[in-house]
Nanobody
Framework: QVQLVESGGGLVQAGGSLRLSCVAS????????MGWFRQAPGKEREFVGS????????YYGGFVKGRFTISRDNAKNTVSLQMTSLKPEDTAVYYC????????????????WGQGTQVTVSS
């Protein structure tokens, strides 16, 4: 069983930056593709991006447009989401997820999910 714990969320002004982290435990982190998703109130979950197991391939959701960067450190069992040029519409709960598929994976078929971290962008 893999446990995922996100951190780094908070309140930021529009145009600002945040870095989210997700630490995994209980599995072989380097075997999993990792993904980031978000869900705003009243909206469906949205794919933010995914990174394959060795970090060599990354997919991003269409809305990202160069503002976000996903990275991973397999030695530290950590995947990160660096967000810049934040907009109020980026306000959501951000989740990291892991899949045994080597990935990256853009659909929601992940095996493990974190509890989420709130990101609020004020205008």
């Amino acid at each position: 069983q893999v446990q995922l714990v996100e951190s780094g969320g908070g309140l930021v002004q529009a145009g600002g930056s945040l870095r989210l982290s997700c630490v995994a435990s209980g599995g072989t982190f380097s075997s999993y593709a990792m993904g980031w998703f978000r869900q705003a109130p009243g909206k469906e979950r949205e794919f933010v991006g995914s990174i394959n197991s060795d970090g060599g391939v990354i997919y991003y959701g269409g809305f990202v447009k160069g503002r976000f960067t996903i990275s991973r450190d397999n030695a530290k069992n950590t995947v990160s989401l660096q967000m810049t040029s934040l907009k109020p519409e980026d306000t959501a709960v951000y989740y990291c997820a892991a899949t045994i598929r080597s990935g990256p994976v853009a659909d929601g078929g992940y095996d493990y999910w974190g509890q989420g971290t709130q990101v609020t962008v004020s205008s």
